[in-house]
């Protein structure tokens, strides 16, 4: 092992009354963390009645975290929730030293990390910052960014607070203007579009959009066994025959907490989703939490507009499973298509289905009254 490998301590409260699944939710964020590159080494799970404005948990609980974290000489606590700007704030005063994350924190310094495209990188530089700056308590020193580190911590003097948030403001007002220009020459492309029939793979990352997108189109993308590998849409025409083809879209994924001003900054790489006729979610058949992935991928087709589209579940990874999991997933979801892509099984159903899909267009354009 990697003596010099960053270290964290998880917190993962349990609210009393909640219906999160939190064995899944831990699962998820030590995942996420080692994505990151950083250990995890260990988990406390506090039973919580309420959460506590200051902490998130109770103020004694927070003093032994803290106390626990220097024990196991961690560089971070990072909390499987969304703390607010005051909870991060008061933290950062029990301690000047480790650092503090929480889960959109966690999830947005992957996005900075994957971000290849100009237009990613604006997006995801955005939301960074718009996280940070109510965060801003002597911590995010210019010396800190060049070292390129995340995670809040207290650090240099107040004066320098004042002047890294005006640096910070002028920064997302330029990224606005950028995201702006970028939004409004995707706009150009996508009326070019129009004409045409579009389906979109959406789903949890990881769950094999961009190898379906592959397999379906035979177009080469990036796969890769990581979370939000895919940052940017792509979009292949498919042909369906008589010479027609429709365009087909691969995107970033989804995930529980996705930050908000995340969800926002992708408007532009998301609109491909808001503009599709068809959605096909994918689901991963192997999954252990997959009515609370399914929860989520509804609560963000929401939030982006897009949940009046029609759409169409793919459980993906059938190869992974046993028969008495794919009876169960079709007796669960009785119109669904599986199909694993790596396997390349039956994975000309997502294409029947979309022909289908496809004509019921057609004929609803030739006959707008039906
Ligand atoms: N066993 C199995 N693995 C699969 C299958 N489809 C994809 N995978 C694997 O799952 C991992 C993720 O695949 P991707 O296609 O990158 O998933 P994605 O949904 O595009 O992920 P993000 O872009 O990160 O959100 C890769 O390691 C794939 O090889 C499948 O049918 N069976
Ligand atoms: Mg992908």
Redesign the pocket.
Known sequence: MNPKKEKALVVAPRIWKSSKNYHNSVEEISLLISTLGVQVKNVIEQKINNINPAYFIGSGKAKQVIEQAKMLGVNYIIFDEDLSPVQTKNFQKLDKEIKLLDRPGVILEIFFRNAKSKESKTQVELARLQYQLPRLTRLWTHLERQMGGFGTRAGAGETQIEVDRRIIRKKISLLKKKLKSIDSERRVQSKKRKSFFRASFV????????????SVTKSDV?????????LDTTVRRLYIGNNNHILLS?T??FIRNLPDNLIASFKSTLQEVVDSDLLLI?LDANSKDLFNEIETIKSVLKEIHADQINYQYVF?????VDQDKISYLKQSFPESIM?????S?QVSDIKDAIIKKYEEWISALKNPSH
């Open positions: 789903g949890y990352t990881n769950v094999g959009k961009s190898s379906l997108m592959k990036l796969i890769k066994n990581q979370l939000f590998a895919t691969d970033v994924g994918v993906n990874k059938i190869d992974l199909v694993s892509a790596t396997r099984l």
